[in-house]
């Protein structure tokens, strides 16, 4: 869930591409079919409708079919069964003014969005910011509202530099829109930039058990605990950040951030001292997570807790099980020479002979004779 290039999530576009696209236009056809045509004749229907009940005065059962609605022609069935039929037409007429109303304003904001995003695809994000600072001013539909609020947010963190106003947009669509699936993403923007741009821990905390308490089920919910245990470290409270992975093992038994975890209390413990906690928690990535990307780093901390105990041997043969695949090889090559060397030094040093021990000569007695 952290910065980088990311896509419209309306129009598929992705934020850090370059590539120039031809402004949108809407077709003549759209126009046409959708703008005056359909209207026009859901009130003539209506009216029809209307006009053959007040002459018969009596129950009818009529089917109509509309004209074409935004380029396709639709059956619709209307059964009356009374004699207020003008009042019934009225409402017809209303109800379907309405849904062409929101068609109109639907295609309307498809519009505005496909602009912003070329804005944004050709990197003017000034513009851009503008495009969706309109859409989420004046826009009713609040799924396009939240996602131009987004766009806001993500431009002025990833591309203006300007976090402070990104953490104010994230935080409108976590206000006003709190179960959004963006709310989501939101919760967790702000709080990694308390955590990492504004070296705020205390208030990541905070924002990060907010992500938790409103999606306790989601993905996210895990690796922000784990965002707070590493918060408590930084804060200088290992006990604390050690009770908040615990709770995370606890709680989410199957996360896939479990060896994360687990590798955290570990180094967390060697960092305080604690080898035997140490030992314990980093040989458990080794045996219950043997194909984890934390398992390199887990021999690498167990190799340490074996050389702080005088363990050289053992510490070798973990340093040998990722001479291959540690990232820093050369750091790993130079430590298993290290230890070759004392551990050859010190098998040397026993199998030199021991000198045996000087035998004290026996005095002999001297006897005084009278």
């Not at 859901?42 to 109509?64: E, G, P, W």
């Not at 380029?71 to 009225?90: E, M, P, Q, V």
């Not at 503008?130 to 939240?146: D, L, R």
Request: with cysteine; proline share 5%; net charge positive.
């Amino acid at each position: 869930m952290s910065g980088g290039k990311t896509s419209n999530p309306s129009t598929g576009v992705s934020a850090g591409s370059v590539i120039a696209r031809q402004p949108y236009r809407r077709s003549n056809l759209s126009r046409t079919n959708g703008g005056c045509f359909a209207p026009l004749a859901m009130t003539l229907l209506c009216f029809l409708v209307s006009l053959r009940d007040i002459k018969n005065h009596k129950n009818v059962a009529q089917t109509f079919r509309s004209a074409a609605w935004g380029g396709r022609a639709k059956a619709l069935r209307y059964d009356i069964f009374s004699r207020k039929t003008l009042t019934s037409g009225i409402k017809y007429y209303f109800l379907l003014l309405s849904l062409w109303l929101i068609s109109s304003c639907s295609h309307k904001s498809v519009d505005e969005m496909k602009i912003a995003a070329d804005f944004l695809a050709k990197g003017d994000y000034q513009q851009a910011l503008q495009q969706y600072q309109i859409i989420a001013g004046k826009n009713n539909n609040p799924e396009t509202k939240v996602q131009a609020l987004f766009w806001m947010a993500d431009i002025n963190l990833l591309y203006l530099n300007n976090p402070k106003e990104a953490v104010r947009n994230f935080e409108t669509i976590t206000l006003d829109y709190p179960n959004h699936p963006l709310a989501l993403k939101s919760y967790w923007k702000v709080a990694t930039i308390f955590q990492d741009t504004f070296n705020e821990k205390q208030e990541a905390i905070l924002k990060y058990q907010e992500l938790i308490d409103h999606f306790p089920q989601a993905p996210e919910a895990a690796e922000a605990q784990l965002a707070i245990s590493n918060c408590y470290a930084h804060l200088g409270d290992p006990q604390q950040a050690l009770v908040e992975a615990r709770y995370l093992i606890d709680n989410y038994p199957k996360s896939p951030l479990l060896a994360k975890a687990y590798l955290f209390m570990g180094e967390t413990c060697f960092m305080n001292k604690d080898y035997t906690k140490a030992r314990e928690y980093y040989q458990k990535i080794i045996r219950e997570f043997p194909q984890h990307e934390s398992l390199t780093e887990a021999w690498m901390g167990l190799a340490l807790v074996q050389e702080n105990f005088g363990e050289n041997k053992d510490a070798l043969e973990s340093y040998n099980q990722i001479k291959d695949t540690y990232p820093n090889k050369e750091l790993v090559a130079r430590r298993i020479k290290r230890l070759q060397d004392t551990i050859e030094a010190e098998s040397k040093k026993t199998a030199l002979p021991t000198p045996p021990a000087k035998r004290k000569s026996a005095k002999k007695k001297t006897v005084r004779k009278i």
